[in-house]
């Protein structure tokens, strides 16, 4: 026997979880789904995805709590890791720009991080990251993320783009066998020779289940 899951059930789990955990972006994520539950939800709040952007945010904790400007997160898909890094207290953050390629992104984005939206510290974008021009801000980025290098052709053409000296936070994986991914590298060696920057803050692997993902933070 087949048995559908009730429209609302989703926001009242979340709803119990929130008031469980009293975790503010479990109650952003109650209210998105109340909504409209937007495609693929799901998958970006996997245990998988939210486990690779705890351990972002715990390194930038460590490394670099306090980015001198607003950070500009490229390939944010919906805005899952601008509600992370808002949330968490041990960072300083002015504001967080999200920018995505898929124009369908931007909306979940913004309504996941509404709150900060209303009160001026997220906005979300839909750009190619290819073609963005920092040196063209009114304000400098404090720090750049890009947890999607797995997805670019070319990453050290895009890091070209950058200007010399920018904060930068770096993801890729060894996930070869993902379609999608066109950039995957063998191993954390093989990203830091890709990536190429000026100065490490911090290199590491986290192996999971299928695949390796590795971060570096530091300077282009
Ligand atoms: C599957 S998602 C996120 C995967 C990533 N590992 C993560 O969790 O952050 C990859 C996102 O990168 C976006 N993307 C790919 N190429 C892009 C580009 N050139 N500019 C901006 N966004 C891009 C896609 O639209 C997609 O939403």
């Not at 980015?67 to 808002?86: F, I």
């Not at 839909?126 to 670019?152: K, R, W, Y």
Request: contains cysteine.
């Amino acid at each position: 026997m087949t048995r559908a899951t009730p429209p609302d059930a989703f926001y009242d789990i979340l709803r119990g979880v929130a008031a469980l955990t009293g975790n503010s972006v479990v109650a952003d994520l109650a209210r998105l789904v109340a909504d409209d539950m937007p495609p693929e939800i799901w998958i970006a709040f996997n245990h998988k995805q939210i486990g690779s952007k705890r351990w972002l945010v715990d390194a930038l904790a460590q490394v670099l709590p306090q980015p001198q400007g607003p950070v500009w997160v490229l390939g944010a898909w919906y805005g899952v890791l601008g509600a992370l890094l808002l949330a968490d207290e041990r960072l300083t953050i002015p504001a967080v720009v999200s920018v995505d390629l898929d124009s369908t992104c931007a909306d979940v984005a913004e309504r996941l991080n509404r709150r900060h939206v209303a009160a001026g510290r997220f906005r979300a974008v839909t750009a190619d990251m290819m073609a963005l021009d920092f040196a063209g801000q009114d304000s400098a980025p404090g720090l750049v993320i890009n947890t999607s290098c797995e997805h670019l052709a070319d990453v050290p053409g895009w890091l070209a783009t950058l200007p010399p000296g920018l904060p930068l936070l770096l993801q890729s994986n060894d996930y070869f066998r993902e379609p999608d991914h066109r950039s995957c590298v063998a191993s954390l060696e093989a990203f830091k020779a890709q990536a190429g920057l000026s100065e490490t803050l911090f290199a590491g692997a986290l192996p999971t289940k299928n695949y390796t993902r590795f971060m570096l933070i530091g300077r282009r």
